[in-house]
């Protein structure tokens, strides 16, 4: 063998060591122990949807609900969790029966200072972005309902007749406004809280002047003129709820703390008269008339109420104030229930109350209401409706001829309507 020969083989002997030694190594140090299992590939399978259809929110798509069977003009929003409190399966009313019920949105946007209009059927409200008084249908078509904007109108206090209207701004600058003839007429800006007569002719009004000792509840013509004091106010303008009464026989009613749970109410006349006074049981008292003014319904709140607000009704003609004096047992406040008449009240009831609720009706504002209907007469109550999402009541409005309640919604604004 030569030497050139020697040197090849060991050369080739040389590469199939270091091949062997490599696959020793790896086999010893890096394989795997177990293989991994091969992924399963599933096919497709066309499930059946359930449940509500998800909108992204920046879409804001109208969502159709087939088991629902919504009539025309039915337009509930539909969120994309099932409402609070709502049991799968119950079946949804149209009409405020006694079950869940749905319900309209007629307004968008925003409404403030809702009122019916003269017709009873029909609304009109203030729109706080361009300015102008709108009316607005059952149908929830909107039309201009003033001739001109009024801007940055922080209040709005209606006539009973719609035709005027007392508007109040941020500096305290007030005007009263009269859709009929066009005109407006610019009041004291130390007067504040303003109510109409029944006739609509004229107003009362607290007369704030700088001086405590010059400060009165007062009365003027609906153009400012013909002023007359009625009774001194003092510093007592917290305590004081002007109103003028559908009987003209009160301008204002005067609430006094009697003890931790109790306080009295004085009804002020137009001319002096010495009023019998009012125990009422509790505190952060709200009044609301009967049509007539025959009837007084308020909330307050005391201990044996748990500090939550509680709803009650006395008579209220002179010489009949307290007596009929019964609790409705609804834990409610008196501004979000409204009149059909003498005899029938719709009211807004929160779900549930914390304890202490009654100490700021704000602590209710994102809790939903079911409508109940009362009658005041006999004391009875009726639940009609679970509005079929939750919303909370503003305020609360009855048609004329009782097939529609209106409410004004706390947070967004908006116009419902449910059928009675």
Not at 318 to 324: A, K
Not at 329 to 353: G, H, M, R
Request: include cysteine; aromatic fraction near 12%.
């Amino acid at each position: 063998m030569t030497e050139r020969t020697k040197k090849i083989l060991l050369l080739f002997l040389f590469i199939i060591i270091t091949l062997l030694i490599g696959f020793a190594i790896y086999y010893l140090f890096f394989r795997p122990l177990i293989a991994p299992a091969p992924v399963p590939v599933i096919p497709p399978v066309n499930l059946a949807p359930t449940g509500l259809p998800v909108i992204p929110p920046a879409l804001n798509l109208p969502v159709t609900i087939p088991a629902l069977n919504l009539p025309p003009g039915i337009r509930p929003e539909i969120p994309t969790i099932p409402p609070t409190g709502v049991v799968p399966g119950l079946e949804l009313s149209y009409q405020a029966t006694g079950g869940i019920t749905a319900y309209q949105t007629l307004s968008d946007t925003s409404a403030q200072n809702t009122t019916l209009s003269t017709d009873g059927q029909n609304l009109i409200y203030y729109d706080s972005p361009t300015g102008f008084f709108y009316s607005l249908t059952q149908d929830g078509e909107k039309k201009i309902f003033s001739a001109l904007p009024f801007k940055n109108v922080s209040n709005a206090v209606w006539a009973p007749n719609k035709e005027k209207v007392v508007l109040e701004y941020p500096d305290g600058s007030n005007i009263i406004y009269n859709f009929t003839q066009k005109k407006s007429i610019t009041l004291p800006s130390h007067w504040k809280d303003f109510s109409f007569s029944k006739d609509s002719n004229q107003i009362a009004f607290k007369d704030m002047r700088l001086d405590p000792e010059s400060r009165y509840i007062a009365i003027a013509d609906a153009n400012g003129g013909n002023y007359r004091e009625i009774q001194a106010l003092g510093k007592a303008d917290e305590d004081v709820y002007v109103s003028w009464s559908p009987n003209n026989k009160y301008i204002a009613l005067y609430r006094e703390s009697l003890d931790h749970d109790r306080s009295e109410v004085y009804p002020i006349g137009f001319n002096d008269e010495n009023y019998q006074k009012l125990i009422v049981e509790g505190r952060d008292i709200k009044f609301q008339w009967s049509p007539s003014g025959s009837r007084l319904l308020y909330s307050a709140f005391n201990s044996q109420s748990n500090y939550n607000p509680l709803l009650w009704v006395t008579n209220s003609d002179p010489g009949y104030l307290g007596t009929g004096r019964k609790s409705l047992e609804l834990q409610t406040w008196a501004n979000k229930c409204t009149f059909y008449n003498d005899s029938i009240v719709y009211c807004a009831v929160p779900k549930s109350l914390d304890q202490g609720t009654g100490f700021s009706q704000a602590l209710a504002d994102e809790i939903p209401d079911n409508f109940y209907k009362i009658n005041i007469d006999t004391g009875t109550k009726e639940f009609i409706a679970q509005p079929l999402f939750p919303t909370t009541v503003d305020t609360l409005m009855v048609s004329e001829d009782g097939k529609y309640l209106y409410w004004t919604e706390k947070l967004s604004g908006q116009i419902k309507k449910i059928n009675l």
